[in-house]
């Protein structure tokens, strides 16, 4: 499958993105989904996923309450809505498939997007 995340941009602190993620090659709703982030020096650590019929989603205790995950496997779409955004979000954010149960770890996704730069300036 392959994915393409979009959405990211310059926010100030307080502010609100929308990232999406879009899903194509492979039956979308084969796939759990989630979202990891990288900032500069640090490693790609987990922010949210979610499984196949939307009936479990995870998050990162840094952005619970802010953040939300959710899909539209009608048009295999995968969003992360983020509010409250602070300059400790920066990263890149990036969105990947498992095929297996939907997870917190890097480790079980199988399929990886090429990212979409979010900036929160203080």
């Known amino acids: 499958v392959q994915l393409q995340a979009s959405g990211g941009g310059l926010v100030q602190a307080g502010g609100s993105l929308r990232l999406s993620c879009a899903a194509s090659?492979?039956?979308?709703?084969?796939?759990?989904m989630g979202w990891f982030r990288q900032a500069p020096g640090k490693e790609r650590e987990f922010v949210a996923a979610i499984n196949y019929s939307s009936s479990t989603t995870y998050y990162a205790d840094s952005v619970k309450g802010r953040f939300t995950i959710s899909r539209d496997n009608a048009k295999n779409q995968v969003y992360l809505q983020m509010n409250s955004l602070n300059p400790e979000d920066t990263a890149v954010y990036y969105c990947?498939?498992?095929?297996?149960?939907?997870?917190?770890?890097?480790?079980?996704?199988?399929?990886w997007g090429q990212g979409t730069k979010v900036t929160v300036s203080s």
């Open positions: 990947a498939a498992s095929r297996a149960a939907v997870s917190r770890s890097k480790n079980d996704y199988n399929y």
């Open positions: 090659g492979r039956t979308f709703t084969w796939y759990a």
